[in-house]
């Protein structure tokens, strides 16, 4: 493996296997390429901004320590943006572990002093991108070096690039209870086969820890969690897609859909001087 990092961004370059890497943006730590014999597997709208002026729009955005608006039922986080700060603050490159794995790593002294002092606890995230010949690993751990607990969220808001959306179908979500934000409901997954037709956005709780997308009739991604909660799916269709800036081309709705591995239906609770570990693995089966 061969891993190259100047100031914005980190890569690791496959030794054996051709054209397959990974690249991370030190902004968010977010994975914005992930390729595989030369193909690209995530979807990056091409009006992302990629400058650290807003969290971007496509690839694996880092969400934590809150999932969604503010809430005013959840004091802790309320005075938060979206999605938390996770994907919005600059993280620093600690180095790699190993000839295809790269740790990245963040603390309060990298945000800035509003978001810090919206969420003020002493933490430290340690993040950790791993490169396998069809696969991508990412962990997360946070440890809270504070002397009271903290409650967080943390999600691998990952944007899949499929050739037609109304052909892909989600297995593995049957029988679970999840929140459809769309219609504001709570409901049991009823189908063997999530099918994407319209808009969605949906929290499937307690998901299992293997599900596989289908793209077309064929198999074509595994995600495989570890000590993680939850799996969103969300898909913004014309009419959102259309109201995003960020979004390109407006069309590319049909070409991707997110399925976000995490812990946000809720908070993890994190005793003083401790630390949790999750995190998750996509294979690319095609
Ligand atoms: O994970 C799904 C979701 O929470 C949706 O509700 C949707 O709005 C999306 O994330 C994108 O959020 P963002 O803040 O990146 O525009």
Redesign the pocket.
């Known amino acids: 493996m061969t891993v190259l990092s100047d100031e914005s961004c980190t890569r690791i370059i496959h030794s054996i296997k051709k054209e397959t890497e990974v690249t991370i943006l030190h902004y968010g730590a977010t994975v914005i390429s992930w390729k595989v014999n030369g193909v690209e597997q995530l979807f990056l709208s091409s009006a992302s901004k990629l400058d650290g002026s807003r969290?971007v729009r496509g690839g694996i955005?880092l969400v934590f320590p809150r999932?969604?608006p503010p809430r005013e039922e959840h004091s802790e986080t309320v005075k938060l943006p979206?999605?938390g700060f996770a994907r919005l603050a600059f993280w620093e490159v600690l180095g790699q572990c190993d000839d295809h794995t790269v740790q990245f790593g963040l603390g309060p002294e990298y945000l800035t002093k509003d978001l810090s002092s919206a969420w003020p606890y002493n933490f430290s995230l340690i993040y950790t991108v791993s490169l396998g010949e069809t696969h991508l690993r990412v962990d997360m751990e946070v440890r809270n070096a504070d002397t009271k607990p903290f409650e967080f969220n943390l999600l691998f808001?990952t944007y899949c690039r499929v050739d037609d959306v109304t052909k892909v179908a989600i297995k593995g979500l049957k029988g679970l209870k999840y929140i459809d934000?769309v219609r504001d409901d709570t409901k049991v997954e009823s189908d063997d086969q999530l099918r994407v037709e319209t808009e969605v956005?949906r929290v499937y709780m307690s998901a299992p820890s293997t599900l596989t997308l289908e793209d077309n009739g064929q198999a074509r991604f595994r995600f495989c969690a570890n000590n993680m909660a939850d799996t969103?799916v969300?898909n913004p269709w014309s009419t959102k897609a259309g109201a995003?800036s960020d979004f390109e081309p407006k069309e590319a709705y049909k070409n991707m859909i997110?399925v976000?591995t995490g812990y946000v239906a809720q908070f993890v609770k994190l005793n003083a001087h401790t630390a949790w570990k999750g995190g998750m693995t996509i294979e690319a089966l095609q």
């Open positions: 969290a955005p999932f969604g979206q999605h808001h934000k956005d969103v969300w995003m997110c976000e």
